[in-house]
C-alpha cells in the first residue's frame, strides 16, 4: 500500500524559512518522480513543485521559484520542501504527492504551515 | 497560465441521480505526444484528494464505473451516476499539458 506521510508543518514568522519532509513507503520511491501541492485555507489547490527520480530536474510555478527547493533522497524514500522567504499568502495545507505521468496519483495527508507574526 | 473553469460551483443532488461538472479549459489540453492531460480529484471533507480520472477518461484504480469522465480539446465533463453518499466533496479538475500545472477551482457536490 502506497503511503505517504508529510511533516515539519508548523508556524513561522514571515520571511524565515521552513523545511518540510514526506515520508514514503510501500513503493519502489525511486521509480518516481514526486510532487508538492498545497491548498491555503478554504481554498483551492495549487501546485508547488515537483522533481524528477534523480533529483536532476525540478519544475516550479512562479509564485514559488525562487524561494522554494524540492530534493529527495532515494535512499530514504524522502522528499524535502525547504521553503525560504516565506510570505502571509504561503500559509496552507502542504501536500506530498506521487507522480505518474505529470499527473498526482497518491497523496499524503498534509502538513499545515502557517506564516504569521 | 491555462486556467480550468469549473461549473457549477456547486450541485446539490438527490441520492441515486446523476451529476455532472464540467470543466472548460482556456487552452486545448492535448499534448504533443497525442495524449491529454486532465485528470478529475475529489476531496471528500477533512480528506486530502484522491484521484478519480485520468487522461480525460480512465477510472483510477478502485474508483467505481459510476464516474465517467469525457471530453477532448478545451470541454471537458464528469458524470457522477446513481450518487451515493460518499461521493460529496469538492471536485477538482486538474491539467498537466501545459507548464505550470493548474487545478480549476472546484465543484462542490451537496447531498439534498
Not at chain 1, 505517504?4 to 513561522?12: D, H, I, Q, R, Y
Not at chain 1, 524528477?52 to 530514504?76: E, M
Request: glycine share 8%; proline share 4%.
Amino acid at each position: 500500500e502506497v503511503q505517504l506521510v508529510e511533516s515539519g508543518g508548523g508556524l513561522v514568522q514571515p520571511g524565515r524559512s521552513l523545511k518540510l519532509s514526506c515520508a514514503a513507503s510501500g513503493f519502489t520511491f525511486s521509480n518516481y518522480y514526486m510532487a508538492w501541492v498545497r491548498q491555503a485555507p478554504k481554498k483551492g489547490l495549487e501546485w508547488v513543485a515537483t522533481i524528477s527520480t534523480s533529483g536532476s530536474r525540478t519544475y516550479y510555478p512562479d509564485s514559488v521559484k525562487g524561494r522554494f527547493t524540492i530534493s529527495r533522497d532515494n535512499a530514504k524514500s524522502s522528499l524535502y520542501l525547504q521553503m525560504n522567504s516565506l510570505k502571509s499568502e504561503d500559509t496552507a495545507t502542504y501536500y506530498c504527492a506521487r507522480v505518474e505521468d505529470w499527473y498526482f496519483d497518491f497523496w499524503g495527508p498534509g502538513t499545515m504551515v502557517t506564516v504569521s507574526s | 497560465d491555462v486556467v480550468l473553469t469549473q461549473t457549477p460551483v456547486s450541485l446539490s443532488v438527490t441520492l441515486g441521480d446523476q451529476a455532472s461538472i464540467s470543466c472548460r479549459s482556456s487552452q486545448s489540453l492535448e499534448y504533443s505526444d497525442g495524449y491529454t492531460y486532465l485528470e478529475w480529484y475529489l476531496q471528500k471533507p477533512g480528506q486530502s484528494p484522491q484521484l478519480l480520472i485520468y487522461e480525460v477518461s480512465n477510472r483510477f484504480s478502485g474508483v467505481p464505473d459510476r464516474f465517467i469522465g469525457s471530453g477532448s480539446g478545451t470541454d471537458f465533463t464528469l458524470k457522477i451516476s446513481r450518487v451515493e453518499p460518499e461521493d460529496l466533496g469538492v471536485y477538482y479538475c486538474f491539467q498537466a499539458t501545459h507548464d505550470p500545472l493548474t487545478f480549476g477551482s472546484g465543484t462542490k457536490l451537496e447531498i439534498k
